[in-house]
């Protein structure tokens, strides 16, 4: 099982082969989608093959015959599955990430979706004995059941002197992985540039290394964790913005108890929407997710300090149907700079369909947050990155720097919200519709121009 071979033997690959593997994907991947064969590609199909055998019998499919850009999609989405499996850590998360979006074409979705559904990531009973053992009597936990991602597992069965708790427990050898992996995305991003179909992946890609680099050790240390949950609990309920966080109750470097919320998450309700339970699932409404977008708003803006990882497995509907937010490993304290210029963009962004169609205001409005792109790239650049746009992962500019990298995430990650639920709602029967710019709007709200006061571009 890939999951034990992770934390009981070490590092599933050491950063020198994880290096040379993600590469070989790379050069497969291009070669599948430019040409759907893989008669030149020899040298990578035996890097790939090396490490992940399972693949051996996939290769002699691709060797007979073209395929069709729906057979090329499932190709790459099949190789990019089992090697992400056989990695773990950034590339296995990164997965999960993607592939909750409905706007990729169904190979993607098919096998990305398999990441949310069974990580196979769980942690050996004598490193979860270690961990949670050292919490001493105040801990009552069981070993099932559990759910597991990238970092971690959970064990959902638990009370801290009596009250129910969950406990969170990292997965061994996750830094060395994480750290290994962001250096690895930043050599890709030059890497890629040699095709064209990737330039716009480049761009993002480095940014995103370099910005995200330092927040290693914040989100694989649960001490730190822990006190930016509290932090953000305190800010809440300070500023009177009815979200709920769970209360830590104790924490270690590689262990998290914390207060039990009730509730549904909405990657649980994606999944079911997905499976048809559309009547059980009622949650996540046009009211609940405007509060969400509110609340991010309101921790960018108004608290200076907030939790970067906006993806639906982390926002979470209480039976009570307030709003939760779960997992504070990656947040941001963001600068006086990066305030003003948040502001700005808040200030400025466009809020309907008539203010972005102009390209000249639009991509003055990118350039003020260092989003480099020519006019005529303007509009759709915009589109991908802030209103959900169904299309590429990775917008085509010449540069983004990466200190506006984590507000970018963070409407990025609840502009695809938006729609994807939205459009999910509406296909298991609920009256619903998208709206690309409610993200924006709460920002622009937040930002103290409310209205027909924002700049109107």
Same mark, same amino acid.
């Given at each position: 099982?890939?999951?034990?071979?992770?934390?009981?033997?070490? #590092?599933?690959?050491?950063?020198?082969? *994880?290096? $040379?593997?993600? %590469?070989?994907?790379?050069?497969?991947?291009?070669?599948? @989608? &430019?040409?759907?064969?893989?008669?030149?590609?020899?040298?990578?199909?035996?890097?790939?093959?090396r490490?992940?055998?399972?693949?051996?019998?996939?290769?002699?499919s691709l060797?007979?015959?073209?395929?069709?850009?729906?057979?090329?999609?499932?190709?790459?989405?099949?190789?990019l599955?089992?090697?992400?499996?056989?990695?773990?850590?950034?590339?296995?998360?990164?997965?999960?990430?993607?592939?909750?979006?409905?706007?990729?074409?169904?190979?993607y979705r098919?096998?990305?979706?398999?990441?949310?559904?069974?990580?196979?990531?769980?942690?050996?009973?004598?490193?979860?004995?270690?961990?949670?053992?050292?919490?001493?009597?105040?801990?009552?936990?069981?070993?099932?059941?559990?759910?597991?991602?990238?970092?971690?597992?959970?064990? #959902?069965?638990?009370?801290?002197?009596? *009250?129910? $708790?969950v406990a %969170?427990?990292?997965?061994?050898?996750?830094?060395?992985? @994480? &750290?290994?992996?962001?250096?690895?995305?930043a050599?890709?991003?030059?890497?890629?540039n040699?095709?064209?179909?990737?330039?716009?992946?480049?761009?993002?890609?480095?940014?995103?290394?370099?910005?995200?680099?330092?927040?290693?050790e914040?989100?694989?240390?649960?001490?730190?964790?822990?006190?930016?949950?509290?932090?953000?609990r305190?800010?809440?309920?300070?500023?009177?913005?009815?979200v709920?966080?769970?209360?830590v109750?104790?924490?270690?470097?590689?262990?998290l108890?914390?207060?039990?919320?009730?509730?549904?998450?909405?990657?649980?309700?994606?999944a079911g929407?997905?499976?048809?339970?559309?009547?059980?699932?009622?949650?996540?409404?046009?009211?609940?997710?405007?509060?969400?977008?509110?609340?991010?708003?309101?921790?960018? #803006?108004?608290?200076?300090?907030?939790q970067?990882? $906006?993806?639906?497995?982390?926002?979470?509907?209480?039976?009570d149907?307030?709003?939760?937010?779960?997992?504070?490993?990656?947040?941001?304290?963001?600068?006086?700079?990066q305030?003003?210029?948040?502001?700005?963009?808040?200030?400025?962004?466009?809020?309907?369909?008539?203010?972005?169609?102009?390209?000249?205001?639009?991509?003055?409005?990118?350039?003020?947050?260092?989003?480099?792109?020519?006019e005529?790239?303007?509009?759709?650049?915009?589109?991908?990155?802030?209103?959900?746009?169904?299309?590429?992962?990775?917008p085509?500019?010449?540069?983004?720097?990466?200190?506006?990298?984590?507000?970018?995430?963070?409407?990025?990650?609840?502009s695809?919200?938006?729609?994807?639920?939205?459009?999910?709602?509406?296909?298991?029967?609920?009256q619903?519709?998208?709206?690309?710019?409610?993200?924006?709007r709460?920002?622009?709200?937040?930002?103290?121009?409310g209205g027909?006061?924002?700049?109107?571009?």
């Open positions: 099982m890939v999951g034990q071979d992770l934390v009981q033997g070490g #590092l599933v690959l050491g950063e020198d082969e *994880r290096k $040379a593997l993600a %590469k070989a994907v790379v050069d497969v991947a291009i070669s599948i @989608y &430019t040409i759907g064969m893989m008669k030149e590609y020899s040298a990578p199909v035996e890097t790939i093959s490490w992940v055998p399972g693949l051996a019998s996939f290769w002699p060797e007979t015959s073209k395929l069709s850009w729906e057979e090329r999609h499932h190709a790459i989405a099949k190789l599955y089992e090697v992400g499996l056989r990695l773990g850590g950034l590339p296995f998360k990164a997965m999960q990430f993607v592939g909750l979006r409905d706007d990729l074409p169904d190979g098919k096998w990305f979706s398999k990441a949310q559904e069974n990580t196979e990531f769980f942690s050996p009973p004598e490193h979860v004995q270690r961990v949670l053992g050292a919490f001493g009597p105040s801990l009552h936990w069981s070993y099932e059941p559990k759910k597991s991602a990238s970092i971690a597992q959970v064990h #959902l069965k638990a009370t801290w002197n009596g *009250r129910p $708790a %969170k427990v990292q997965h061994a050898h996750v830094r060395a992985e @994480y &750290t290994g992996d962001l250096k690895t995305m050599e890709l991003g030059a890497y890629v040699k095709y064209e179909e990737a330039k716009g992946a480049a761009v993002m890609l480095a940014a995103l290394a370099e910005k995200l680099a330092p927040t290693v914040m989100e694989t240390d649960f001490t730190k964790e822990a006190a930016n949950q509290e932090r953000v305190e800010l809440f309920r300070r500023h009177g913005t009815d709920a966080v769970a209360q109750y104790m924490s270690s470097p590689e262990g108890v914390m207060q039990k919320l009730e509730g549904i998450t909405a990657a649980e309700a994606i929407w997905k499976q048809g339970a559309g009547v059980q699932n009622d949650l996540f409404g046009r009211k609940q997710r405007d509060a969400a977008y509110s609340a991010f708003a309101d921790m960018v #803006l108004k608290h200076g300090f907030f970067m990882d $906006a993806h639906p497995g982390n926002l979470m509907v209480l039976k149907g307030r709003l939760a937010l779960l997992d504070f490993g990656q947040c941001c304290e963001p600068t006086e700079e305030r003003r210029r948040f502001r700005r963009f808040a200030h400025e962004a466009p809020t309907s369909q008539e203010a972005a169609k102009d390209t000249k205001k639009l991509k003055s409005w990118l350039a003020n947050m260092g989003i480099e792109v020519t005529q790239k303007a509009a759709a650049t915009a589109e991908l990155l802030f209103y959900g746009a169904k299309s590429s992962m990775f085509d500019t010449d540069k983004i720097d990466p200190e506006i990298m984590p507000l970018l995430l963070t409407v990025l990650y609840l695809r919200f938006e729609n994807t639920v939205a459009q999910l709602r509406v296909q298991a029967g609920f619903d519709a998208e709206d690309h710019f409610a993200v924006l709460a920002f622009n709200k937040a930002s103290g121009v027909e006061a924002h700049m109107d571009l």
